[in-house]
């Protein structure tokens, strides 16, 4: 069984794309409605709620667990990584990724083991607009791992603060609309008029609206949304450890949230239309 986590709805594009991609795996998906948003939280706050998810899903038999939620993988997952799970009872046979590294390696073309540059990687000269959360986006996680990689490399961030609010709450078409255009023109803006060769989607409500991004970025942009980029790196992380998988002739899917099932539920449909109901935690 495989655990996927995030503090809110946003993280089901990236379970959905698993789902698709790996029918025959279990999987268990938990929300952290209870202190959602995770934006504005304290960072040791984001770490301690980003861990007591984590051990839940563990409890509940999931060996692997991802932070399917850009801001827990850049404030959580590395304490998680370093400082909790060697401690912790967890420590044999289960690992907690997140998905900041399988977007690296989509945008740099290098695997996230590689981390001083390596040729042709080294040379490359373009630039990369990230699109995000005021959290992540202030976190500086995308420019300072893309750089390791790519010391060449121009990074243009830019925070989108209303746009997963206004998807999740089903906004007009017309205001998302406006809302991406907005975003798009401050990063051009911000980087002298300068289009991007490849604009990173850095927040899982954003593939949504990938076709107002795909609107208003230029025709060659190469558009890199998480749900895919993800699905890809997890295919080949998976290829190489097995014992993660079961063998079941069809995966089973559990939903569950530390909110109102009811709510989540119907909200959740936003994300997946045919998503199954929600329990509680």
């Given at each position: 069984m495989i655990?996927?986590?995030?503090?809110?709805?946003?993280?089901?594009?990236?379970?959905?794309?698993?789902?698709?991609?790996?029918?025959?795996?279990?999987?268990?998906?938990?929300?952290?409605?209870?202190?959602?948003?995770?934006?504005?939280?304290?960072?040791?706050?984001?770490v301690g709620?980003?861990?007591?998810?984590?051990?839940?899903?563990?409890?509940?038999?999931?060996?692997?667990?991802?932070?399917?939620?850009?801001?827990?993988?850049?404030?959580?997952?590395?304490?998680?990584?370093?400082?909790?799970?060697?401690?912790?009872?967890?420590?044999?046979?289960?690992?907690?990724?997140?998905?900041?590294?399988?977007?690296?390696?989509?945008?740099?073309?290098?695997?996230?083991?590689?981390?001083?540059?390596?040729?042709?990687?080294?040379?490359?000269?373009?630039?990369?607009?990230?699109?995000?959360?005021?959290?992540?986006?202030?976190?500086?996680?995308?420019?300072?791992?893309?750089?390791?990689?790519?010391?060449?490399?121009?990074?243009?961030?830019?925070?989108?603060?209303?746009?997963?609010?206004?998807?999740?709450?089903?906004?007009?078409?017309?205001?998302?609309?406006?809302?991406?255009?907005?975003?798009?023109?401050?990063?051009?803006?911000?980087?002298?008029?300068?289009?991007?060769?490849?604009?990173?989607?850095?927040?899982?409500?954003?593939?949504?609206?990938?076709?107002?991004?795909?609107?208003?970025?230029?025709?060659?942009?190469?558009?890199?949304?998480?749900?895919?980029?993800?699905?890809?790196?997890?295919?080949?992380?998976?290829?190489?450890?097995?014992?993660?998988?079961?063998?079941?002739?069809?995966?089973?899917?559990?939903?569950?949230?530390?909110?109102?099932?009811?709510?989540?539920?119907?909200?959740?449909?936003?994300?997946?239309?045919?998503?199954?109901?929600?329990a509680k935690?």
């Open positions: 655990g996927v986590f995030d503090s809110g709805l946003g993280g089901l594009t990236v379970l959905r794309a698993l789902v698709e991609r790996f029918k025959t795996v279990d999987f268990v998906y938990l929300a952290d409605h209870a202190h959602v948003p995770y934006g504005n939280q304290p960072s040791e706050d984001i709620y980003t861990r007591a998810c984590v051990e839940e899903l563990f409890s509940r038999g999931a060996k692997l667990t991802l932070l399917g939620c850009n801001t827990a993988t850049a404030v959580a997952l590395r304490r998680l990584q370093q400082d909790w799970l060697p401690q912790s009872r967890w420590v044999a046979g289960h690992n907690v990724l997140g998905i900041v590294a399988p977007t690296v390696e989509g945008a740099t073309q290098t695997p996230w083991a590689v981390t001083s540059p390596q040729y042709p990687q080294k040379y490359n000269t373009d630039t990369i607009a990230v699109f995000g959360t005021t959290r992540t986006i202030t976190s500086g996680v995308y420019p300072e791992e893309i750089r390791k990689r790519c010391p060449k490399v121009t990074v243009v961030q830019q925070i989108c603060s209303e746009l997963a609010g206004a998807i999740e709450n089903k906004r007009p078409e017309a205001e998302l609309d406006a809302l991406v255009r907005e975003g798009v023109e401050a990063m051009l803006a911000n980087n002298g008029e300068m289009p991007p060769h490849r604009a990173i989607l850095g927040c899982t409500h954003f593939p949504l609206v990938e076709h107002l991004f795909r609107k208003y970025l230029p025709p060659f942009t190469r558009i890199l949304s998480q749900p895919e980029v993800v699905a890809d790196s997890f295919e080949d992380y998976l290829a190489r450890r097995s014992n993660y998988l079961n063998r079941d002739e069809r995966g089973k899917l559990t939903l569950l949230t530390t909110g109102d099932p009811d709510d989540v539920s119907e909200k959740a449909r936003v994300f997946w239309p045919d998503v199954p109901a929600f935690a």
